[in-house]
T-cell receptor
């Protein structure tokens, strides 16, 4: 499947700081999904983006799909300790399959 | 409550033994998936099934087998041929159609083989 690279691998922030993770592909993606996995937990679906330049917001989370549909980002404003976890982007392909990025592990310090 | 159950949460086996991981869903989803996650890494697809009595290999199917005899159930067998079976195994399901990439995950099974 199409490869999606995610950066950074780790991010430590102080509570209240902003956080951004990026998902990049060398080829055009038809869609991007974002998932969150809490430590010791399982991935939970956050959102799907399908349109070029699409921006969606969920409270303090802002999701973007690039104009060329080769990259996506997740931005968290004013992080809280509840934001701790690993954030994955995933691309959906044939056969309903998802190809996951490597994830960005977010740690939030008080 | 609708959801996906996986059992057991932790599983310990000796090398050379086959082991079967359970996955059951009551979400009435057609598609089911098995992923493997290694520490600090992403999810890799082992097998998936879009309909009862049909399944396809994912990216890392070697050493694994599955069956899909019922819509609700998609058990995964880790065989002795799997070279590095110790991992976190996650089962997921989804509806077909526009929400097909919105996958619902079970709590996972941590398998340790020594």
């Amino acid at each position: 499947g199409q490869q999606v690279m995610q950066i950074p691998q780790y991010q430590h922030v102080q509570e209240g700081e902003d956080f951004t993770t990026y998902c990049n592909s060398s080829t055009t993606l038809s869609n991007i999904q974002w998932y969150k996995q809490r430590p010791g937990g399982h991935p939970v679906f956050l959102i799907q983006l399908v349109k070029s330049g699409e921006v969606k917001k969920q409270k303090r989370l802002t999701f973007q799909f690039g104009e060329a549909k080769k990259n996506s980002s997740l931005h968290i404003t004013a992080t809280q300790t509840t934001d701790v976890g690993t954030y994955f982007c995933a691309h959906g392909g044939g056969g309903n399959k998802l190809t996951f990025g490597t994830g960005t592990q977010l740690k939030v310090e008080l | 409550d609708g959801g996906i159950t996986q059992s057991p949460k932790y599983l310990f086996r000796k090398e050379g033994q086959n082991v079967t991981l359970s996955c059951e869903q009551n979400l009435n989803h057609d598609a089911m998936y098995w992923y493997r996650q290694d520490p600090g890494q992403g999810l890799r697809l082992i097998y998936y099934s879009q309909i009862v009595n049909d399944f396809q290999k994912g990216d890392i199917a070697e050493g694994y087998s599955v069956s899909r005899e019922k819509k609700e159930s998609f058990p995964l067998t880790v065989t002795s041929a799997q070279k590095n079976p110790t991992a976190f195994y996650l089962c997921a399901s989804s509806h077909p159609g526009v929400r097909r990439y919105e996958q619902y995950f079970g709590p996972g099974t941590r398998l340790t083989v020594t």
